[in-house]
């Protein structure tokens, strides 16, 4: 998060180095409020997160129930997971309240998407079926 954050910030700033503000293009404008907007939304994101793990909420996200094999220590501790263990994520609310709160922000409406993946359509069929 905090590269994204810095490759922002030098992003902008290099920017406003090469345009004084009051000369630039309705294009370069508009690059420049997505470019500002994109950096609220990371520093937004790196902020919950710091503060998730502060509290200790991003501690155990992953719990690994070992499969038998794995339990009578058959593997050395450089060996990666077995394939037959089981894998819990134990996400909290706060952590998927900040991931879509980033996405929606960062993203907008996500016009890359196909239609029935943008938010727009996920909000419609969302209140169309509460």
């Known amino acids: 998060m905090a590269d994204k954050r810095q490759a922002l910030e030098y992003e902008?700033?290099?920017?406003?180095t090469k345009t004084p503000s009051h000369m630039r293009t309705p294009e370069e404008?508009?690059?420049?409020?997505?470019?500002e907007?994109?950096?609220?939304?990371?520093?937004?994101?790196?902020?919950s997160l710091t503060?998730?793990?502060a509290s200790g909420e991003l501690s155990h996200i992953?719990?690994?129930?070992?499969c038998d094999h794995c339990t009578g220590h058959a593997h050395t501790p450089r060996d990666y997971r077995c394939?037959?263990?089981?894998?819990?994520?134990n996400l909290n609310k706060a952590l998927i309240a900040a991931l879509?709160?980033?996405?929606?922000?960062?993203?907008?409406?996500?016009?890359?998407?196909?239609?029935?993946?943008?938010?727009?359509?996920?909000d419609a069929a969302w209140t169309f079926g509460c």
């Not at 902008?12 to 406003?16: D, N, S």
């Not at 907007?37 to 902020?47: A, H, I, P, T, W």
């Not at 992953?62 to 070992?66: L, S, W």
């Open 100 to 122: 879509l709160e980033f996405r929606a922000s960062y993203f907008g409406n996500e016009e890359f998407l196909s239609k029935p993946f943008r938010r727009d359509e996920l």
């Open 51 to 53: 503060g998730l793990d």
């Open 37 to 47: 907007e994109q950096l609220e939304s990371v520093s937004d994101l790196e902020k």
């Open 83 to 89: 394939r037959r263990d089981i894998l819990y994520c």
């Open 29 to 35: 404008r508009e690059w420049r409020e997505q470019r």
């Open 12 to 16: 902008l700033a290099e920017e406003a």
């Open 62 to 66: 992953i719990t690994v129930e070992d």
